[in-house]
């Protein structure tokens, strides 16, 4: 049976302390204990039947008590498994980032944690470009790096490149100074 105890709220995890080594101490009949994520003020106990129960939350600090109803496990089952959503997210992808301090910001993704649940991009209005690492719930995607195979608006098709192939092209460098045009005397 899942009973549902009422704690003060902030305080679920030193709740859930007290409760546990009181089971230990009395070897009761409590199967597991559990605080589910974004659930505030509750904790979920299973036991054997309500007075092991009673007895593991009795004239405890924070216990406030145990709800009158127990509950069945697929009633709290998408509070406590955890939930995998497809990650979306690609090297090499323009985001904007929706979580502070970068808010709104622009950047391109270099690195994808899929275990960590982490980013790491440069933002694009930094003069440096700084990797900085943000969680994938903070960014979205905006605009994607092409895929092989796919072509943009815009983009030439083969008959096209090879028209464009006969006209000279000109290879610079612009990522390396010039030099020359200023004496290092000046």
Known sequence: MIFVIKVTTNKEDR???????????KNLNV???????????Y??????????AEEAAFNLPYVKG??????????????????LEEINIEKGDIVEIIGEPFKKEKAKVIRI??????????LL????????????????????E??????????ETEPDKEESEKKPELNIDYSQPAGG???DDY
């Open 66 to 83: 145990i709800v009158g109803k127990t509950v069945t496990y697929d009633e709290i089952k998408n509070m406590i498994e955890p939930v």
């Open 125 to 144: 209005a930094a003069v440096v470009p700084i990797p900085v690492t943000v969680k994938l719930d903070n960014v979205k995607v905006i605009r994607r």
């Open 146 to 155: 092409k895929q092989e195979g796919e072509q943009e608006e815009g983009e």
């Open 43 to 52: 904790i979920f106990l299973e036991a054997e039947d309500r007075e092991s």
């Open 15 to 25: 709740a859930m302390e007290l409760i546990s080594v009181k089971i230990q101490k």
């Open 31 to 41: 199967f597991s204990l559990a605080r589910p994520h974004g659930l505030r003020g």
């Open 113 to 122: 944690d899929k275990g960590k649940g982490e980013a790491v991009v440069t």
């Open 181 to 183: 045009l200023i004496p």
